[in-house]
């Protein structure tokens, strides 16, 4: 008598085998859709995709790194297997942008405007945005040639997840003809773009904010300075109620500073660094409790030239960028809390100046586009 070939799906309950694949890093995910029907069906759905990302994206040991490589390639580098030497040659991805959607004009370079859930947005330089996920190659391109903004203004950029409308936004900001502050954001939901009415804070508008904001708790935060002045406050929107307010910084940062500082998230927490050139070290603040202005502790002092903090790993030590002017490279290094070096990326990237605005951190994600599961749905319904 013929023994049936006995499958995964035979010998464990269905309960279990989702469990099993819940832990089951993205990228491999991806690829086994294609095992069976059954796999396929479990890993394509959304309620499996959310569950997936809120697991993973609870460690930074599932975090890549984002880095422009030109015009059209970018390296996507895993950070848990970093500083493995024998790992490294699969580490460093390098893939190809979604420039096929872009117009055929369209020679200027990609900027990386931020991340959220798995998709990276692009700003290309002719007015066009794009939204792409590394992963699964899906990409939205969006134009704005219809936003006009004045010589000496600049637009700043914002990109979230709005989880009560199950929607992404990406809200752009600036100050029109008439130094009137102007809001709009594009919902990816229903594919428009939509005016907003939201005013700043009080003294908010007289002052600059860096390029791109960083999306934590529901809400896109910017810092906000003039040339020689440290305000205190970090502008924050939220997405859900659309409406703006601020954060402190740190006490001792307020006032005339001639060092500039930058804004990021570092283990769920605000941070601000900086690199002071006369004292060659790069210093790290951290907000270890949202909005309470009391938590922010001066958590780095990292002595080893210019380092831009990317994560954060076991808990407390740090992985960052390192450049090197002299030789124009790029090595991902690691420090403990103490500032000492623990650990550098055996294969260095070489790349220029321009890696300051072009990189970002992201979790992968399976996540579609909105509507893109309805769709999907309705087409199996009626078997086109």
Request: aromatic share 16%; hydrophobic share 40%.
């Amino acid at each position: 008598m013929e023994r049936k070939h006995m499958g995964m799906n035979d010998i464990l309950p269905l309960e279990l085998i989702h469990r099993i694949l819940l832990r089951v890093p993205a990228g491999d995910l991806f690829r086994l859709r294609f095992i069976s029907k059954l796999w396929h069906s479990l890993i394509s759905h959304p309620d499996f995709a959310e569950s997936h990302y809120d697991l993973n994206s609870a460690t930074s040991s599932h975090s890549h790194f984002f880095l422009l490589k030109d015009d059209t390639n970018a390296w996507c580098v895993q950070l848990d297997t970093l500083f493995d030497v024998a790992a490294a040659p699969t580490t460093h991805k390098e893939v190809s942008l979604p420039s096929r959607e872009m117009p055929s004009f369209s020679c200027s370079l990609f900027r990386t405007m931020g991340s959220c859930r798995g998709f990276v947005l692009l700003d290309k330089k002719l007015d066009f945005l794009v939204i792409w996920n590394p992963l699964t190659g899906s990409s939205k391109t969006i134009s704005y040639s219809h936003i006009k903004v004045p010589r000496y203004d600049l637009i700043r950029y914002g990109f979230g997840f709005d989880a009560s409308r199950d929607d992404y936004l990406i809200v752009l900001s600036w100050h029109d003809d008439y130094n009137q502050h102007r809001l709009v954001c594009f919902s990816l939901r229903t594919n428009s773009w939509i005016n907003l009415d939201a005013s700043l804070p009080k003294y908010m508008s007289r002052w600059k904010y860096q390029l791109f904001g960083w999306f934590l708790h529901g809400a896109i935060h910017w810092l906000c300075y003039s040339r020689d002045y440290i305000d205190d406050g970090i502008l924050i929107f939220d997405l859900k109620e659309r409406s703006f307010s601020k954060i402190s910084m740190p006490q001792q940062l307020v006032g005339d500073y001639p060092i500039t500082f930058t804004l990021t998230i570092l283990g769920g927490c605000l941070a601000l660094y900086l690199y002071d050139h006369d004292n060659h070290k790069t210093e790290i603040w951290v907000m270890k409790e949202y909005k309470v202005p009391s938590s922010w502790i001066l958590m780095y002092e990292i002595p080893y030239g210019n380092n831009v903090p990317i994560c954060m790993s076991n808990g407390s030590d740090i992985i960052a960028l390192n450049y090197t002017p002299r030789y124009y490279w790029l090595r991902f290094v690691k420090y403990n809390v103490s500032g000492e070096l623990l650990n550098y990326s055996p294969r260095p990237l070489f790349e220029s100046d321009y890696f300051y605005r072009s990189f970002c951190v992201y979790t992968e994600s399976l996540f579609p586009f909105p509507g893109d599961n309805k769709d999907r749905d309705k087409k199996n319904k009626t078997g086109m």
